[in-house]
């Protein structure tokens, strides 16, 4: 079983730098493919990033490709994301997901069985 929690999400200005964090306490980590989406007011959940269960090569949606930088530590059972210039429509809830057998490159918010509940993150212009 996966119980993802989200942490790291604030308020910061435009241009600044955020890093979150996603921690499971599981013992599977490893074994799942992971995601960050976001979902702002009124707009439907987008991906943001991916990395595979092996720790290759993560992928980005073009919004934030060069941006933003996923990674993983399997031994300590985290991903982070980390933001750098952050711009206003970045503002949203950040959400972490896994999945097990996750088609590669995956980024079908349908497809990811296990959510966190969120971090907010607000960009202010």
């Known amino acids: 079983q996966v119980h993802l929690v989200e942490s790291g999400g604030g308020l910061v200005q435009a241009g600044g730098s955020l890093r979150l964090s996603c921690a499971d306490s599981?013992?599977?980590?490893?074994?799942?493919?992971m995601g960050w989406f976001r979902q702002a007011p009124g707009k439907e959940r987008e991906f943001v990033a991916g990395?595979?269960?092996?720790?290759?090569?993560?992928y980005y949606a073009d919004s934030v490709k060069g941006r933003f930088t996923m990674s993983r530590d399997n031994a300590k059972n985290l991903v982070y994301l980390q933001m750098n210039i952050l711009k206003p429509e970045d503002t949203a809830v950040y959400y972490c997901?896994?999945?097990?057998?996750?088609?590669?490159?995956?980024?079908?918010?349908?497809?990811?069985?296990?959510w966190g509940r969120g971090t907010q993150v607000t960009v202010s212009s």
């Open positions: 599981g013992r599977t980590f490893r074994k799942y493919n």
């Open positions: 990395v595979s269960w092996s720790g290759g090569s993560p």
């Open positions: 997901a896994a999945d097990y057998d996750l088609a590669p490159f995956g980024r079908d918010p349908r497809a990811y069985e296990f």
